[in-house]
């Protein structure tokens, strides 16, 4: 794709119900690599993000938990106008 690849490599989401966030921040970090023209090389924490970011909604999440699409991207947009951005797994 123009010289760049902007999918980044796939992660085992394990026995976590968190499936969902796994795509939303997939999509974020093809849509920035797309946007910048480089790989998709930064590895965003979904962790983070179902975990800990998710607690400014005040829900409670542990592995059993899970989101619709919808609920999804309505804690990500919370999360961004917050403006708690996602951080790097490292």
Known sequence: MGGFSAIGQPKD???C???VAFAILAAVQSAVACALRRDATSSLSEQDFFFCKSL???????CDSSWSM???VEA???MMDA???PVTET
């Open 70 to 72: 919808r609920n999804g």
């Open 56 to 62: 400014a909604l005040r829900e409670k999440r542990d």
């Open 13 to 15: 989401q394990g026995a």
């Open 17 to 19: 119900t968190a499936c």
């Open 83 to 85: 403006k708690k951005l």
């Open 76 to 78: 990500f947009m919370a």
